[in-house]
């Protein structure tokens, strides 16, 4: 089951990386375009960041639509 290449879309919570200095590492979907345009889940500043960027530093998609193509728990 190959679940990593999913797109995120408006609307996911994206496990990235790289963690805000908040300390969380969770961002929600506001926008899609050239730039990603996040929400920090712990503090909830926004940010703008190249697509390119997050597409490869995202290390998991929590869909709000369909959660059970996300199950990868440890
Ligand atoms: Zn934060």
Same mark, same amino acid.
């Given at each position: 089951?190959?679940? /990593?290449?999913?797109? !995120? #879309? *408006?609307?996911?919570?994206? *496990?990235?990386? $790289? !963690?805000? &200095?908040?300390? %969380?590492?969770?961002? /929600?979907?506001?926008?899609?375009? !050239?730039?990603?345009?996040?929400?920090? #889940?712990?503090?909830?500043?926004?940010?703008?960041? &190249?697509? %390119? $960027?997050? /597409?490869?530093?995202?290390? $998991?998609?929590? %869909?709000? !639509?369909?959660?059970? /193509?996300?199950?990868? *728990?440890?």
């Amino acid at each position: 089951m190959s679940t /990593e290449r999913r797109r !995120a #879309q *408006v609307g996911d919570v994206v *496990v990235l990386r $790289k !963690a805000h &200095p908040c300390g %969380s590492d969770r961002w /929600e979907v506001l926008r899609i375009g !050239a730039d990603f345009r996040l929400r920090c #889940q712990g503090c909830g500043r926004l940010v703008m960041l &190249p697509r %390119s $960027k997050v /597409e490869r530093r995202i290390r $998991k998609i929590e %869909s709000a !639509a369909d959660q059970e /193509e996300d199950r990868e *728990v440890r």
